[in-house]
């Protein structure tokens, strides 16, 4: 227990070629390096848990290597290379501007930047969260940024942009981290389990990338707590009992419900979603992503945009053509009008019920609108007036 390291510690990409998910940043940097054409700052920004801080100790490490190998990665076993990864390198910095974030700092920072490295040929700064320095830190260390020595190399990350002085981004190169696709998410963990020796199914690993959201360090902190609760076992329903996910078997039950127009079941199985302890706007939201799944699945040119493990494709590309493109659109129109209103109703119960009775209800309203118009508009008798 003592020796136990979070996944995400244990498997930090350590070179540029197992960085996930990010080769158009990792791509450039290389060139860059390969071409000697470093800028003298970059700024690495993008969501939280995507590979920033681990691009820019990289990129520090790669700079400073002194056998390059062909592939312009870090050796890893030249003096450099090896102070880094102890902790002890006197050429590469982190500052962290979280809880580094006043003038004082930054001086301090500016005044060992003069000092030229003693080992290697760059020195680098790595400020992570920039975005927490104050604007008189910012201020004092503009000028540095703008006419930095020939041997400093800044690396600022941060996951708001936004908030960075102007005159800060014009003196940067930035380098925009995208959120990592849930294919490639599940293709790391299943790579993870494997070295781990943890069994896994293929539906499971999906789900925790798709409850991640593109971010792999949120991935791998619910993989390491769903091996606990399992222990070595992350199958599809240990993921459901422990992230408290709704199961897919819900949506797909109910869709059937209301192709059959099965009002009563339809309200039944909500009504176990809600003796489950789930909230009705959790599953009125996950049911909208449903339909639109389900609209997706018609077409084999959009089969790409769904974000799900191959046995849960299948059901969906199977329920897909029994519903028509009408139907789906309707109930995809109604679904997102309830999620809409479902906070400011007093009765939100009936505010979810409501529009499943109105779902069970579409195709009767298409079968009527189907109706020829001289029988739907059929005028009433004149009742004839008997004469005396």
Request: hydrophobic share 40%; aromatic share 8%; charged share 20%.
């Amino acid at each position: 227990m003592d020796n136990f390291i979070v996944s995400a510690r244990k498997y930090r990409p350590s070179t540029f070629e197992t960085v996930v998910g990010q080769q158009h940043i990792t791509g450039t940097l290389k060139n860059a390096i390969k071409n000697s054409q470093l800028a003298q700052a970059f700024l690495f920004c993008g969501p939280r848990g995507v590979g920033k801080t681990t691009c820019a100790r990289i990129l520090a490490k790669t700079i400073n290597c002194q056998n390059l190998t062909t592939e312009v990665e870090a050796c890893g076993t030249c003096d450099s290379c090896r102070s880094f990864q102890n902790g002890n390198s006197f050429s590469i910095h982190e500052l962290d501007a979280a809880s580094n974030n006043s003038v004082d700092d930054i001086r301090s920072l500016i005044e060992q930047v003069r000092i030229p490295p003693q080992t290697g040929k760059y020195k680098i700064y790595i400020i992570d969260e920039v975005h927490m320095l104050s604007t008189q830190a910012f201020n004092a260390f503009l000028k540095t940024l703008e006419e930095p020595p020939a041997y400093a190399i800044f690396i600022l990350a941060t996951t708001e942009k936004h908030k960075i002085l102007p005159t800060i981004l014009s003196r940067c190169q930035i380098f925009d981290f995208n959120r990592i696709k849930v294919e490639h998410i599940a293709r790391h963990l299943a790579g993870i389990a494997t070295k781990e020796g943890v069994a896994y199914d293929q539906d499971g690993l999906h789900l925790i990338a798709q409850k991640a959201d593109g971010g792999l360090r949120d991935a791998l902190s619910m993989f390491d707590q769903i091996v606990s609760f399992s222990n070595k076992n992350v199958s599809y329903q240990a993921v459901i009992d422990n992230l408290n996910i709704l199961d897919y078997d819900y949506y797909f039950k109910l869709t059937d419900a209301i192709l059959s127009e099965d009002a009563v079941n339809a309200l039944l199985v909500f009504d176990e979603v809600l003796g489950n302890g789930f909230d009705g706007s959790h599953f009125i939201s996950g049911l909208a992503s449903h339909f639109r799944n389900l609209l997706v699945g018609k077409d084999a040119n959009t089969l790409k945009l769904l974000e799900v493990s191959e046995n849960i494709r299948q059901r969906y590309l199977e329920q897909a053509q029994q519903a028509e493109v009408g139907l789906l659109l309707s109930a995809l129109n109604i679904a997102n009008q309830c999620e809409i209103n479902y906070r400011t109703s007093k009765n939100q119960r009936l505010q979810v019920e409501l529009a499943l009775l109105k779902m069970c209800h579409i195709l009767s309203a298409i079968q009527f609108n189907k109706l020829p118009i001289e029988m739907t508009n059929r005028p009433e008798p004149v009742k004839k007036k008997l004469i005396p």
